[in-house]
């Protein structure tokens, strides 16, 4: 993903997720979906900045334009991923924004809100402006609400302390087949990652547009960092590899770390700004 505002596509699908993709017609069955913003912290940048400015002007002019389709409006602050884990995958630390629509026409059709025109512009810009943005960068995938395939499921009752939900986009590296990467994940890959130690959860789903940048939303579950350290770190696990060859997550990613609460429920929850 190339930095915020450097081109049009990457400008267009800021934090709002708005919309200037062009999505195509539906290339899997969907009834609910839920549209993911990935809102990474640029290095340098404060957690602080980018809430005030996202509660503050962008989360209610966002819910004013497009408040006639939205079912639910969530954002989950991360976690604070560990050296580590920064180093050996690209775990990036901000928010991961949740709006829901009823179908994907319904998130189509909020697109087309012509006092929008879905380019930002009428929305108040981040520090440094759009295409200047010193504090974030986004990353978007428009999933089902459930996952197409469910993998692992083992009870997770409430706790004390939040699990941890790593949310991993994928894609297939340059030279592979989306088609190809399915093949080898349903058949090879999926029965060994749900093997691992302390998995709780473990869902795959496939984006509801034909043309999307992360085609492939993985999620996985485990009780807190230590275990998910635990399995992916030490030491790291041995998966079959592809043909494609390379190390896992065999894609490009780009993943966050969540609890599996939002902070912040911008349809219901009157918020106090920080």
Not at 52 to 62: D, E, G, I, L, N
Not at 134 to 141: D, E, H, I, M, S
Not at 214 to 225: K, Q
């Amino acid at each position: 993903m190339t930095d915020y505002g450097v081109t049009r596509r990457t400008l267009m699908t800021g934090a709002a997720g708005a919309a200037a993709m062009l999505w195509a017609a539906p290339a899997f069955a969907a009834g609910a979906i839920k549209h993911y913003i990935l809102i990474e912290l640029l290095p340098g940048a404060d957690q602080l900045a980018l809430d005030r400015w996202y509660m503050t002007f962008h989360a209610p002019q966002v819910r004013r334009a497009y408040q006639a389709w939205q079912r639910d409006y969530l954002s989950f602050r991360a976690y604070l991923p560990p050296a580590d884990a920064v180093q050996r995958y690209r775990v990036a630390y901000g928010r991961m924004t949740e709006i829901h629509f009823d179908a994907i026409e319904d998130f189509r059709e909020s697109r087309k809100n012509p006092l929008y025109g879905g380019d930002l512009q009428s929305f108040t810009p981040p520090p440094g402006g759009w295409r200047g943005n010193t504090l974030f960068r986004t990353t978007t995938a428009t999933i089902p609400v459930n996952p197409d395939v469910l993998y692992v499921s083992k009870p997770t009752p409430p706790k004390e302390l939040p699990y941890l939900r790593w949310i991993v986009f994928l894609r297939p590296p340059a030279g592979v087949t989306q088609t190809d990467a399915d093949t080898w994940f349903d058949g090879v890959h999926a029965k060994e990652v749900a093997a691992l130690p302390g998995l709780k959860r473990f869902g795959l789903y496939r984006a509801v547009a034909e043309r999307a940048d992360y085609p492939r939303v993985m999620e996985l579950w485990f009780d807190d960092y230590a275990a998910w350290h635990a399995a992916f770190l030490t030491p790291e696990p041995r998966f079959t590899a592809p043909s494609w060859g390379g190390k896992f997550p065999f894609h490009d990613t780009v993943s966050m770390f969540l609890g599996e609460n939002p902070d912040i429920d911008f349809i219901h929850d009157d918020r106090v700004i920080p």
